[in-house]
């Protein structure tokens, strides 16, 4: 069974920085869109950031994380990668892995519903 392992999360007060990491198989990580999701308390798990395969990576991000979040592969790896600066307290919660098998899609990146696998998560505490 195909498995997407987090790691890197952790504690910062705000205006800090993480970078969160996400390995997967050498095969999800050649065909899949990946990308990363969150869960607060109490809320719908959104998507956060997202990747395109192959060398272009179309990338696509919330707009509440643009300009401070930032998605990259490792092709050394196999591994998705998200750069979280300028961290708020709103950005505290459990982050999942996700790779969804072709490329991403504009309309549909950030549906929970569209991706096939999915990480353990890793929670993100920020405080102000």
């Known amino acids: 069974q195909e498995q997407l392992v987090e790691s890197g999360g952790g504690s910062v007060q705000a205006g800090g920085s993480l970078r969160l990491s996400c390995a997967a198989s050498e095969y999800i990580y050649m065909h899949s869109c990946m990308g990363w999701f969150r869960q607060a308390p109490g809320k719908e798990r959104e998507g956060v950031a997202t990747?395109?395969?192959?060398?272009?990576?179309?990338?696509y991000y919330a707009d509440s994380v643009k300009d401070r979040f930032t998605i990259s592969r490792d092709n050394s790896k196999n591994t998705v990668d998200l750069q979280m600066n300028s961290l708020k307290p709103e950005d505290a919660a459990m982050y999942y892995c996700?790779?969804?098998?072709?490329?991403?899609?504009?309309?549909?990146?950030?549906?929970?519903?569209?991706?096939?696998?999915w990480g353990q998560g890793t929670q993100v505490t920020v405080s102000s």
């Open positions: 996700a790779a969804e098998l072709g490329y991403c899609s504009s309309a549909d990146w950030g549906r929970v519903e569209e991706y096939q696998y």
């Open positions: 990747i395109s395969p192959g060398g272009t990576g179309t990338t």
